[in-house]
């Protein structure tokens, strides 16, 4: 079964970083594109950055988030990271990890991130 754990949320303070994990199973990580989503107070989840599977990873970012964020992944420990730079308080949100897989989306439970002074 596919399995998707995020970890590394927490509070910081604005301009902060922080570095989100997803730990995945279930499925060849290596071979399938794995994404970031958020979801903040009152909003719809959106979208934060993809990475493929192809050439080491072609990543893609939110405009919100472009020059802030770097997604990477680690294909021999099956994982995923969100290096947050710079952050601001309209980061805050739950953060998810997701991968689909075989036409069907998984997702994470989530890790919240909270920026604050």
């Known amino acids: 079964q596919v399995q998707l754990v995020e970890s590394g949320g927490g509070l910081v303070q604005p301009g902060g970083s922080l570095r989100l994990s997803c730990a995945a199973s279930?499925?060849?990580?290596?071979?399938?594109?794995i994404n970031w989503y958020r979801q903040a107070p009152g909003k719809e989840r959106e979208f934060v950055a993809t990475?493929?599977?192809?050439?080491?990873?072609?990543?893609n970012y939110a405009d919100s988030v472009k020059g802030r964020f770097t997604i990477s992944r680690d294909n021999a420990k099956s994982t995923m990271y969100l290096q947050m730079n710079s952050l601001k308080p309209e980061d805050t949100a739950v953060y998810y990890c997701n991968v689909v897989y075989l036409r069907t989306d998984y997702w994470g439970q989530g890790t919240q991130v909270t920026v604050s002074s």
């Open positions: 990475i493929s599977a192809l050439g080491g990873g072609v990543r």
């Open positions: 279930g499925f060849t990580f290596s071979s399938y594109s």
